[in-house]
C-alpha cells in the first residue's frame, strides 16, 4: 500500500469526521493498471466510488465508465467524458431504464437473457449488446454468482437471438467476484470466454470486443481475523495478460479489450477520519469480560463492507500507550454494526477516550455509494478530494479541491 503523506496530512488536519479522497493516488493506481495490461482499456465502475471530482479525474485520464443506471450513466456525462466510452453494464434493467440510457445516448448494453435482449431490442433499437458469462464466484470476498451472467450455451443463445432482432452482438463479459483473492478466477474466465468466442464463430457471429470486469483486489485491507489478505496481484495481472494474447489469437475478428475495475482504483486511496464514541467493558451473559470500542462511524454511514473485511484502524493521539483487545462496531442500535465479532478482537488504545480521532484506512471503495440517509440520525459523512500540496518541505502537504462537500445523499 502506498505511503500517502496528502491523505495523511488531511486526515490529520480534519477537526469533524469525513471521508477523504486522493486524486492523485487514484490516478497513480489507474496509471499503473494501464501500464500494467497494454491494450486494455479501463472503464472504472462508478458504484465503488460515486464522487464527481474522482470520476472527472480518471475521465481525464482516459477512463470510461461501467454505468448502472440512467443515474450513472447521466452522472457519468457530466464529467465530459464521450458517451461512446460509457456502457449500461448492469444486466438488470427495466423496459424504461433502457429508453433513458436510450435517449442518455448509450449504445452499449450488457445483457445475460433473452427477455432482456428482446426489451432492448423495443427500447434501444439497433443497440450493441454484449454477454455476461456466469462465473463461480470462488476465491472472490463477494462472490456476485447467480443472480448475474448466463452459461455458455446460453449465452450463444442469447446472441442469436440479439442478431435476430436487429441488435449488434458485440462482446462477452465476466466478472470473477469483487476482491477476487485467486489468479486462478481470471484463468478459467478466460477460458470460458475462448470457449464461447469459438462457439460463436461457428455460428458466424464475430464480435469486437471482450470485457474483463472487476474483481482486482484492494491491497491495504485486512481479513476477519485482521490479517493482512495479500492479494497476488502481479500473477493476476500476468494471467489477464497471457489471456488477452491468448484470446486476440483464438478470435477471427480483431477484439478490443475492456476492464472494468471498481474498488482496484479507489479502495486504497480513501480514509476516513472518525471519532472514539465510547471504550466500554462489559460482561456478556456467557461470562466473558468484552471490551467495545465504538466509533462514530460503522455499517451504515461509509462502512458497509465491515462483514466481509477489516480496515486499518489508526489513532493518532495514541503514538505509544498500553493497548487492549476489543470489539470494534458503529454507533447504531443494529447488531450487525460491528465487526471482529466473532473474529477476533482488534487492539485498540487502552486511553481511547470519546471524541479521539480514529482514522480508518483503504475504505475508499464502496464507502459513499452504501452510506444510509442516516440510520438512526448518524449523518452519512461528508467528502473531500484532495491532491498533494507540491509546495516544498514547508508548504501545505495537501490540496482540497473543489469545495468541502455534504455527502452526495445527503439525510
Ligand atoms: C461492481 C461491478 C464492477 C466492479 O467490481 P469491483 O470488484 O469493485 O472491481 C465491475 N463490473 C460490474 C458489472 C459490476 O457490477
Sequence with gaps: MPENTALRAALAAAAEDRI????????????????????????????????????????????????????EIAQALRTGVPVERIHYGNTIKSDRNIADAYRLGVRDFAT????????????????????????????????????????????????EAARAAGLTPSGLSVHVGSQQMTADAWQSALDSLAEVLVALERRGILLDHVNLGGGLPALGVLDKRGRPLDPPLDKMLAVIREGVQRLREVSASPLEFLLEPGRHLV???????????????????????????????????GLYEMDEL?????????????YLPAVVAGPTCDSDDAYAHEDGPVRVPAAAASGDPVWILSCGAYAVGYMTRGFNGFDPLPYSCVRGGGAGPEGPAYALVGTDRPSPNPA
Excluded at 477520519?273 to 465504538?294: K, T
Design 310 to 322: 477489516q480496515y486499518r484502524l489508526e489513532f493518532p493521539g495514541h503514538p505509544g500507550g498500553e
Design 20 to 71: 477523504i479522497f486522493d486524486l492523485d493516488g487514484i490516478e497513480g493506481q489507474y496509471a499503473a493498471l494501464v501500464r500494467e495490461l497494454p491494450g486494455v482499456s479501463v472503464r472504472f465502475a462508478m458504484k465503488a466510488c460515486p464522487v464527481d471530482e474522482v470520476l472527472a479525474a480518471l475521465a481525464r485520464q482516459g477512463a470510461g465508465f461501467d454505468a448502472a443506471s440512467p443515474h
Design 112 to 159: 445475460d437473457s433473452l427477455q432482456d435482449v428482446e426489451a432492448i431490442a423495443v427500447h434501444a433499437p439497433g443497440a450493441r449488446v454484449f454477454c455476461r458469462l456466469a462465473t463461480s464466484g470462488e476465491g472472490a470476498l463477494w462472490g456476485l454468482s447467480r443472480k448475474f451472467g448466463c452459461s455458455a450455451e446460453d449465452a450463444v443463445r442469447v446472441l
Design 267 to 301: 479502495a486504497d486511496h480513501g480514509a476516513i477520519r472518525a471519532h472514539v464514541a465510547r471504550l466500554s467493558s462489559r460482561r456478556q451473559l456467557d461470562g466473558g469480560q468484552e471490551h467495545w470500542l465504538y466509533l462514530s462511524c460503522g455499517k451504515f454511514n
